[in-house]
């Protein structure tokens, strides 16, 4: 089972920031917080992953609540292409041990 | 980088064929994971291997379903006899599995079956 919460959907206006919210409060210390999207019929792709810190890469941060049970993606300016699902997962083991349960997501939908 | 690579993109077959899925994984990747995504279940996590060797098989629906990974290159997915609630979109990804964080998967563009 998905040990993740998000709203099914939302949207924002092109340009705009996309702030999508996520909340995953039966975590554990050592679990990570990944994000990954998935375009219209294509395979699901990374986008970023924390720990306690937040994190910035090319294509967002992603913020994490110091008690850990919650984080937020930002978009900082979506474009129409940013209109994806997109997954929280917490990602449950290390190494090789681990693997990803994917929940249904939060629909971002980017206006013109 | 070629990415993950998936064939055939599409199947369509009748009940009861046998269907094989295949994948080449980014190379010097060592995990492999085999997903399937249907608008009822969303993605699942059918099986996955690390080092060639399966570590979770628990996602596999039933004995109609086996994978494989000969090599660190080359997996396979079998559907023996195949049923029309098989059809499905079956993704293939890879990471490089490593003790903190990292393990970013890649997947591949999917294969669609279609089972009738």
């Known amino acids: 089972d998905a040990k993740t919460t998000q709203p099914p959907s939302m949207d924002c206006a092109e340009g705009r920031a996309a702030n999508l919210p996520c909340n995953h409060s039966?975590?554990?210390?050592?679990?990570?917080v990944y994000w990954y999207r998935q375009i219209h019929s294509q395979g699901p792709q990374y986008i970023i992953h924390?720990?306690?810190n937040n994190e910035t890469n090319e294509m967002a941060s992603l913020i994490i609540t110091e008690d850990r049970k919650s984080s937020t993606l930002i978009l900082p300016h979506a474009t129409l292409r940013d209109t994806a699902v997109y997954y929280c997962?917490?990602?449950?083991?290390?190494?090789?041990?681990?693997?990803?349960?994917f929940g249904k997501g939060i629909t971002l939908s980017v206006r013109p | 980088d070629a990415g993950v690579i998936q064939s055939p993109r599409h199947e369509v077959t009748e009940m009861g064929q046998e269907v094989t899925l295949r994948c080449k994984p980014i190379?010097?990747?060592?995990?492999l994971f085999w997903y399937r995504q249907t608008m009822m279940r969303g993605l699942e996590l059918l099986i996955y291997?690390?080092?060639?060797?399966?570590?979770?098989d628990s996602g596999m629906p039933e004995d109609r379903f086996s994978a494989k990974m000969p090599n660190a290159s080359f997996s396979t997915l079998k559907i023996q006899p195949s049923e029309p609630r098989d059809s499905a979109v079956y993704f293939c990804?890879?990471?490089?599995?490593?003790?903190?964080?990292?393990?970013?998967?890649?997947f591949g563009p999917g294969t669609r079956l279609t089972v009738t």
């Open positions: 990804a890879s990471s490089l599995a490593g003790t903190q964080g990292g393990g970013e998967q890649y």
């Open positions: 039966t975590i554990s210390g050592n679990e990570y």
């Open positions: 924390g720990l306690k």
């Open positions: 997962i917490v990602r449950v083991g290390t190494g090789a041990n681990s693997k990803l349960t």
């Open positions: 190379s010097g990747h060592n995990s």
């Open positions: 291997f690390n080092n060639n060797v399966p570590i979770d």
